[in-house]
């Protein structure tokens, strides 16, 4: 690597907060002759929407772990906000460094100006800076080409470091530990027994704490320990849910692949006044329906719902309430942990209908997935505590009890729902053309 030989080289981190599986790092640690330092910029400062406050705690503890783990080995370690000078060539100046380097990462259009303001600056001030890629993500830009294998840390090392309590390969570890004995594919739908099948280590996945390529390895691993364990058990469910999960993980890699930038093709028409009181009910779970009223205020209580309600409310905001998709991928920008770019948007988009339209509409009906996810009214009485009045059996629609005094829906589900079909049926075929090419070849990722 003669770019980051000469001097002390500065690591950037973005969306990969860790130092092991971290190519930037390691490339930067084995190469640099004389010390590197490592400075994060905050995805604020660098376009990103707000985070959540969980993910702002997730992160916080991940930057007080990589402070510790850079302070043993005397690397200088910076985080810098909105208010702090985030010129590179400046930084550099300031920290004696001569080259920076840093993970292939794509962000959204306004991310990416940041990019080359940074390299434009860079250049000028004759700092050369170099992008790698050790994660099996095709990524927009310099050095964003899809490695022929994932970068991994020496996994004696892994094992032999002792490894801080909140450590997300701990918290993947123990999942893989329980993960057989979990109905992992049936129960990550349903409400209730949702956060107990899944990992819930998406916020990880967005924040860089953790790599796919490790969660994928590990996964293997564990499989292995656990045939090896229950011989004659090789074919059963328990022994599928590694392979399921894995494929999730996989999932994760091939959106980020394909989908970046989605969000930069997204159609941005201008909301009306009442699309914007539509879209304020819908973000705070008040539309009447009580599904998604639900998902959308375990969301806005817990920063996190599972699949199929994200499904669900996406689909119910773009199609049934008709409110623009740059303004609910926006939304859940703000609401999700987890929010990463490179799924939400192109989520939006197959919900909208620019991405794949000929797998057909996704058009939810409401209340029946109400009834088939939550037959027993449990999940929107818990989020609707207005539902107490409502006798048992109405929970899903409230306004056929001949006594409610609930407002009612803000749209007719039924009437929303057979325009909603009408008008996929005939809308035109909206796929972009770069799009399109992509597409023909991803029809695996569609969930
Ligand atoms: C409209 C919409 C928006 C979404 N936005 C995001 C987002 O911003 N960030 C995000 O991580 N996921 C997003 N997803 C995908 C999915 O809902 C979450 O990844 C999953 O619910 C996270 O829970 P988990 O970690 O327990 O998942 P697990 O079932 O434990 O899966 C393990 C990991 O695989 C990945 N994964 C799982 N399902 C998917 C999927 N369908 N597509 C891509 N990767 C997947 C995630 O990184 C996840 O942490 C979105 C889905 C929809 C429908």
């Known amino acids: 690597m003669p770019l980051i030989t000469a001097g002390k080289s500065l690591v950037l981190l973005a969306e990969d907060l860790r130092l092991e599986d971290n190519l930037a790092f390691s490339t930067a640690f084995r190469a640099s002759a004389t010390g590197l330092a490592v400075v994060r910029i905050l995805p604020e400062a660098r376009g990103r929407p707000r985070r959540t406050p969980n993910r702002r705690t997730l992160e916080e503890a991940a930057e007080r772990r990589l402070g510790r783990q850079l302070g043993a080995l005397d690397i200088p370690f910076e985080v810098l906000g909105a208010g702090d000078d985030q010129s590179l060539a400046a930084i550099c100046c300031r920290l004696g460094c001569t080259a920076v380097i840093r993970n292939a990462a794509d962000g959204m259009a306004i991310e990416n100006a940041v990019r080359c303001e940074w390299e434009r600056e860079l250049a000028v001030a004759g700092i050369p800076l170099l992008t790698v890629n050790g994660e099996m993500i095709r990524r927009y830009g310099p050095g964003g080409a899809k490695p022929e294998r994932p970068f991994l840390s020496d996994d004696h090392k892994l094992e032999s470091d002792r490894l801080a309590d909140d450590h997300p390969l701990l918290l993947l570890r123990a999942f893989l530990q329980v993960l057989p004995d979990r109905n992992y594919l049936a129960d990550m739908w349903i ?21 796919s390529d490790r969660a994928a390895w590990e996964t293997t691993k564990a499989e292995r320990i656990w045939k090896a364990a229950n011989p004659g058990k090789a074919r059963s469910a328990e022994a599928a849910s590694f392979r399921h999960f894995r494929s999730r993980v996989a999932m994760r890699t091939g959106f980020l692949t394909v989908f970046s930038r989605y969000q930069d093709t997204t159609r941005l028409t201008a909301a009306t006044e009442p699309q914007f009181d539509r879209v304020r009910a819908w973000r705070e779970g008040r539309t009447g329906i009580p599904m998604p009223d639900a998902a959308m205020r375990e969301l806005a209580a817990t920063g996190w719902i ?39 948007w192109p989520q939006v988009g197959l919900n909208d209908g620019t991405i794949m339209q000929e797998r057909g509409p996704r058009i939810l009906n409401p209340v029946k997935q109400g009834h088939d996810l939550d037959p027993t009214e449990a999940y929107v009485r818990h989020w609707l505590p207005e539902l107490k009045t409502i006798p048992a059996g109405f929970g899903h629609e409230p306004w056929l009890w001949f006594g409610n005094t609930l407002p009612a829906p803000i749209v007719d589900h039924k009437a929303a729902f057979r325009a909603a079909r009408a008008r996929w049926g005939a809308q035109e075929q909206v796929l972009l053309p770069r799009e399109a090419v992509l597409l023909t070849h991803t029809s695996h990722l569609a969930p």
């Open 306 to 344: 599972n699949f199929r309600l994200r499904q669900l409310v996406t689909s119910y905001a773009v199609q049934l309430l008709q409110l623009p998709a740059a303004e609910i991928g926006g939304a859940l920008a703000e609401m999700f942990d987890d929010y990463e770019p490179g799924i939400t």
């Open 191 to 211: 409400p209730g027994r949702d956060r107990s099948s899944s990992s819930q280590l998406s916020t990880h996945f967005a924040a860089g704490t953790l790599s």
